[in-house]
């Protein structure tokens, strides 16, 4: 099946950048979704379609995908942003959803 | 406005049952794939089913293939998972998840709604 790799965890500073990892087996062919997900709280999608935002959603979070990694970029990282985030693809081979491993947000 | 809403949750023996329902409403239900998305405690996300607008195609998890059922009631706005042969893998919070595209297939899909969750206890 196929394999989503993220950093268990990320620290970044106020008003800096967090760059989360995403890899996978040629995962630029794919179409790669992130969500968000806070203590306690269901999951929010905040990148789909590799780089589109959803309404609702600062214009400070953005995404890329190429080759073997994609990257959800947090720009100017605020408190707030400390949370979890996934990545999810779908995996063409099995038809099944796949999330990636995860990645924790510190916001130092 | 979108909700979802889980219920059915619950502690259960191992080997037992359990049926989940997640009632939805402020969206064309039929026209939309479900799926169902656990996460253990203290774990990742996992998807475990999903479920064509019409009902017609369904899909599974590997680790839950042949002992999970999912549907749906068009004429109720309802999603249902029904779980039987219940193992202690398989404690966690049990999220209903709507797909973003109204195309109804399960392919491709991603989720932009999700429901507050329901938590199933497998323990003696």
């Known amino acids: 099946s196929y394999v989503l790799t993220q950093p268990p965890s990320v620290s970044v500073a106020p008003g800096k950048t967090a760059r989360i990892t995403c890899g996978g087996n040629?995962?630029?062919?794919?179409?790669v979704h992130w969500y968000q997900q806070k203590p306690g709280q269901a999951p929010v999608l905040v990148i789909y379609?590799?780089?589109d935002r959803p309404s609702g959603i600062p214009e400070r979070f953005s995404g890329s995908n190429s080759g073997n990694t994609a990257t959800l970029t947090i720009s100017r990282v605020e408190a707030g942003d400390e949370a979890d985030y996934y990545c999810?693809?779908?995996?063409?081979?099995?038809?099944?959803?796949?999330f990636g491993t995860g990645t924790k947000v510190t916001v130092l | 406005e979108v909700q979802l809403l889980e219920s059915g949750g619950g502690l259960v023996q191992p080997g037992g049952s359990l049926r989940l329902s997640c009632a939805a409403s402020g969206f064309t239900f039929s026209s939309y794939a479900l799926s169902w998305i656990r996460q253990a405690p203290g774990k990742g996300l996992e998807w475990v089913s999903a479920?064509?607008?019409?009902?017609?195609?369904?899909d599974y998890a590997d680790s839950v293939k042949g002992r999970f059922t999912i549907s749906r009631d068009n004429s109720k706005n309802t999603l249902y998972l029904q779980m039987n042969s219940l193992r202690a893998e398989d404690t966690a919070v049990y999220y209903c998840?709507?797909?973003?595209?109204?195309?109804?297939?399960?392919?491709?899909?991603?989720?932009?709604?999700w429901g507050q969750g329901t938590l199933v206890t497998i323990s003696s």
């Open positions: 379609y590799d780089s």
């Open positions: 040629n995962i630029g062919s794919k179409s």
């Open positions: 479920i064509s607008g019409s009902g017609d195609n369904t």
């Open positions: 998840a709507k797909d973003l595209r109204q195309v109804g297939a399960t392919s491709l899909s991603l989720f932009d709604y």
């Open positions: 999810q693809v779908w995996d063409s081979s099995s038809d099944h959803q796949v």
